[in-house]
């Protein structure tokens, strides 16, 4: 019988199963939270103008009161165009108050709070962050807690202290009890814990200092908050009332809102005046934050390396 030569095969390895290629929001280009499709983009655009449509309602009933004459506003019905449009109020604003030099005053003040509230904030949110000095989880825990002081309460001491140093009617009486921003601080350390510690370490073996590598390496990758928190220090020090009311007197050194506010009551109620002066009043954060708006969005929306 002819020998039967039998081939013997090795089996293969098996294969390890291939990972289900997952389609993330960057392969699709569409947010990950809403999903793929054109039902959640419609959904979603539709909330969208929703919201915007109540916010823009208010902004334009207040337009439209603003460009009517007193007579047309207090006329009944529900009708918000009720009579011809026109800029008396606007005129009559301009010319019983001295808006030009409120808006120098207010535009003033507003810088100066937001440049030196940043230079604190950042200077002591940094320490917080990489500091190691005694005592720093009691100062932490005390900036932390002052974050839920009523500014009211502060009111008396403040103007005591302003009165003691002789800064009343001033704008440093104005300026100096809004730089100390305890929500600020925590905003800033809470972003500089995020960046990467191995960057600043080889800043320092190249031989920067500690000064330079706060303003080489940590700030440059800080922008975006930054620019968001004085942008909100901006808007805050521009529509603060109550503080400029009670401690400037003279007509001057007002800022816009307290002085437009003293126009309007020394010539009772007016509706359309008093829309056109919170209009003249908001119209620059308006700008402010139309500038700024990607700033502000991408501290949002980014990590510790979104400066980059």
Not at 34 to 42: E, K
Not at 243 to 250: H, M, Y
């Amino acid at each position: 019988m002819p020998a039967t030569t039998t081939l013997r095969t090795q089996p293969r390895p098996a294969r390890a199963p291939r990972p289900a290629r997952r389609r993330t929001a960057e392969s699709a280009g569409s947010p990950l939270l809403l999903g793929h499709g054109r039902l959640p983009r419609v959904l979603a655009g539709t909330a969208l103008a929703v919201f915007a449509l109540l916010w823009l309602t208010p902004f334009a009933l207040a337009l439209v009161t603003s460009l009517q004459s007193e007579r047309d506003v207090a006329s009944s019905g529900l009708n918000p165009l009720k009579g011809a449009l026109t800029l008396e109020s606007y005129r009559q604003i301009v010319e019983r108050g001295n808006v030009p030099v409120w808006a120098v005053n207010s535009l003033l003040i507003a810088t100066l709070v937001s440049v030196i509230t940043v230079v604190i904030s950042t200077l002591a949110a940094y320490a917080f962050s990489r500091g190691t000095f005694r005592g720093r989880r009691v100062l932490l825990a005390v900036t932390v807690a002052s974050i839920m002081v009523p500014p009211q309460l502060l009111i008396v001491p403040l103007f005591q202290q302003m009165r003691a140093f002789n800064l009343v009617d001033t704008y440093w009486a104005v300026i100096l009890p809004q730089v100390v921003a305890p929500m600020m601080v925590f905003i800033l350390k809470r972003f500089f814990d995020a960046v990467p510690r191995e960057l600043e370490e080889a800043a320092r073996i190249d031989g920067a200092s500690e000064l330079r590598v706060f303003r080489s390496v940590v700030l440059p990758l800080s922008r975006p908050i930054v620019a968001a928190v004085s942008v909100f220090v901006f808007i805050g020090a521009w529509n603060n009332f109550l503080w400029p009311f009670i401690i400037i007197n003279d007509s001057s050194l007002m800022t816009l809102p307290v002085g437009l506010a003293t126009v309007r009551e020394s010539y009772g109620i007016q509706y359309a005046q008093s829309m056109a002066s919170a209009l003249l009043a908001a119209a620059p954060l308006i700008l402010v934050f139309l500038f700024f708006q990607r700033r502000i969005v991408k501290s949002v929306a980014t990590t510790g390396l979104g400066g980059t």
